[in-house]
């Protein structure tokens, strides 16, 4: 009788040591999909809600961004410009990718964000990528597929996948207008 009572106990939990593994594996697989689809989705969404930017947790989460971009070993870069109005200096976190004679910066939110707008009436920021800087200038719109044909297949995926159809150029400084485009054939 008592040997009943533990087999079906011992079963009992192992079920419910199933279920439980499943539920934190449902878990992790959900949170590594939702950071994963994070540089897709939030673009398109926030395109249609830009009034969402003025939460704080964006604000937080870019502070983080910018502590760790423009290092050595990170994959953000830290865009250096000044305020159109203010005159102020402002660092943005953000992609870069080599492109010609310089970088080339997605727009996931359009040209009219206020870093955009600032680095094209300046007409010249300062790029940290890397660990290093680069001092750039004259900035230009192109569209995304001159852009996409020289990215590497992944980038190319999560960038297209975002909705992201526009990128500033940013040209080395006292580099020639005309050097050859591509990713990886920098003018130096």
Not at 20 to 40: E, K, Q, R, T, Y
Not at 74 to 86: E, I, N
Not at 133 to 157: A, D, K, S, T
Request: aromatic fraction near 8%; charged fraction near 20%; charge should be positive.
């Amino acid at each position: 009788m008592w040997e009943a009572v533990i087999d079906t106990d011992q079963r009992g939990g192992r079920k419910r040591l199933l279920r439980g593994s499943v539920a934190v594996v449902a878990f992790l697989v959900g949170a590594i999909a939702a950071v994963l689809a994070s540089p897709v989705v939030m673009p398109r969404i926030l395109k249609r809600h830009p009034d969402w930017l003025r939460l704080g947790v964006f604000k937080r989460y870019t502070d983080f961004r910018r502590k760790h971009a423009g290092r050595e070993h990170s994959v953000t870069a830290v865009l250096t410009h000044v305020g159109r109005r203010s005159g102020r200096p402002y660092q943005t976190p953000l992609g870069a990718q080599p492109y010609g004679d310089g970088f080339v910066v997605s727009l996931p939110y359009g040209s009219q964000t206020d870093w955009c707008r600032n680095v094209v009436a300046a007409g010249e920021c300062t790029l940290a990528w890397r660990g290093q800087n680069f001092q750039l200038e004259r900035p230009e719109i192109i569209p995304g597929p001159q852009v996409f044909q020289e990215l590497p297949v992944l980038p190319r995926i999560m960038l297209h996948g975002g909705g992201i159809h526009d990128f500033l150029w940013l040209h080395k400084k006292g580099a020639n207008a005309g050097n050859g485009t591509g990713i990886g054939t920098s003018g130096q």
